[in-house]
Each structure stands twice: as structure tokens, then as C-alpha cells.
């Protein structure tokens, strides 16, 4: 038996996260992210939020098509929301 074999590999890191949820330190790196605002849409709003685990703030950042929105995720950010912007890319 290959012990390295049967070891889960890491997901590969992705150079863009669009609209989704998100596990920080699983499905995104912690890190900083830029994101150009909102895409095209009836509404032409960006929205970025964290639910934390234990005891930290959450996050929320939103932008209209043409605002750049910046966010910084840590470990303890919990799952990231992100609904109707360009692609967020790490900084």
C-alpha cells in the first residue's frame, strides 16, 4: 500500500471565483481579492459576504458595474458569498 497514493490531493487553486459559495482554506485561499465590480445584469450589483465561524464580524462588500471591491479572507472567514460580480482574482 502507497501511503502517498492514497492520500486525498489538494484541490487545485483556481485563478478566478465566480458566483458561488466558497469554504476558506478548502475551495478559496485565505488572501486578498479584487473583483471589478458587477457584472452586467438587470440589477448591476455586486455582492461579496462572509459568514464567519466563532466570534468574527462577517463581511460585506458590494459595487456596482465598474466599482472595484476588495476583500481580504482569513482562515476564520467561514463560507464566502459571492453573487453577481466579475470573477474575483487573487491580488
Do not use: W
Not at 4 to 16: H, I, L, R, S, V
Not at 52 to 76: A, C, H, V, W, Y
Amino acid at each position: 500500500m502507497n501511503a502517498a497514493k492514497d492520500k486525498p490531493q489538494p484541490k487545485p487553486e483556481a485563478k478566478e471565483y465566480g458566483d458561488g459559495d466558497y469554504v476558506v482554506g478548502e475551495d478559496i485561499p485565505p488572501g486578498t481579492y479584487e473583483s471589478s465590480g458587477a457584472a452586467s445584469d438587470v440589477f448591476d450589483l455586486c455582492s461579496i459576504t462572509t459568514e464567519p465561524k466563532g466570534d468574527k464580524f462577517p463581511q460585506m462588500k458590494t459595487g456596482n458595474k465598474g466599482e472595484r471591491i476588495i476583500i481580504t479572507l482569513s482562515q476564520g472567514d467561514g463560507t464566502l458569498t459571492v453573487q453577481g460580480c466579475h470573477p474575483l482574482k487573487k491580488r
